[in-house]
């Protein structure tokens, strides 16, 4: 009876000893995974992804670019239409003034006659 406990026992270690093994494997082929085949992926996924936003920071920046030349190229013509008005109104009132100037003449030497 003692020989078959003993058998017993002897028999559950191996089986104990083999689900140990079997865990280590377990456990080495999850890292193997991870190291061979997950973790490679996930860093080629990343770079996608960073060439992804580099392009789009390109796009965007250009974006910007054209639309900041375009406002400026608008700021410029509404500058220059600006000048052009103030020089036809400072003629304008020149002219007037002239006018105003001679009309004054004019009524002076009426009056003095």
């Given at each position: 009876?003692?020989?078959?406990l003993?058998?017993?026992?002897?028999?559950s270690?191996?089986?104990e000893?083999?689900?140990?093994?079997?865990?280590?494997?377990l456990?080495g082929?999850?890292?193997?995974?991870?190291?061979?085949?997950?973790?490679?992926?996930?860093?080629a996924?990343?770079?996608r992804?960073?060439?992804?936003?580099?392009?789009?920071?390109?796009?965007?920046v250009a974006?910007?670019?054209?639309?900041?030349?375009?406002e400026?190229e608008?700021?410029?013509?509404?500058?220059a239409?600006?000048?052009?008005?103030?020089?036809?109104s400072?003629e304008?009132?020149?002219?007037?003034?002239t006018?105003?100037v001679?009309?004054?003449?004019?009524i002076?030497?009426?009056?003095?006659?």
């Amino acid at each position: 009876m003692l020989l078959l406990l003993r058998e017993a026992q002897n028999g559950s270690e191996v089986i104990e000893a083999a689900g140990a093994w079997g865990g280590a494997g377990l456990v080495g082929l999850i890292l193997g995974w991870l190291c061979l085949k997950y973790l490679p992926s996930q860093d080629a996924r990343q770079e996608r992804l960073i060439l992804e936003n580099n392009k789009l920071v390109v796009s965007l920046v250009a974006k910007f670019d054209e639309a900041l030349r375009a406002e400026q190229e608008g700021s410029e013509r509404a500058r220059a239409e600006a000048r052009s008005d103030y020089l036809r109104s400072v003629e304008t009132i020149s002219g007037s003034l002239t006018r105003a100037v001679e009309v004054l003449g004019e009524i002076n030497k009426a009056l003095k006659d």
